[in-house]
């Protein structure tokens, strides 16, 4: 039983950094946008290709351009914190009745 809590525990927190450090990439690119990076350096290209296909998902389902702002990285940040927030200490706490 106290190898099934540490597992659960490790990746509920595995989970939860790999969340923050998306969260980091998502507000990088996010500031990215009020400037014009070059879109031929390899970091740009690295954090357009990891941020506009959550961003895209959520501009097709959701309208979330207004009056010509974009707030989908807004909306994945909630999403984000939501999870973190939520959604992860839930489950936790639902495996692991005992852990508090």
Known sequence: ??????????????????LTLYLYVVIIAALMTWIEPNPYNPIVRFLYSVTEPVFQWFREHIPVVMGGIDFSPLIV????????????????????????
């Open 77 to 100: 940040i909630i999403g984000i914190q939501l999870i973190q927030r939520v959604v992860i200490p839930s489950a936790v706490h639902l495996l692991i009745p005992a852990y508090t």
């Open 1 to 18: 039983m106290y190898a099934w809590t540490n597992l659960i525990i490790f990746i509920a927190q595995t989970l939860d950094g790999l």
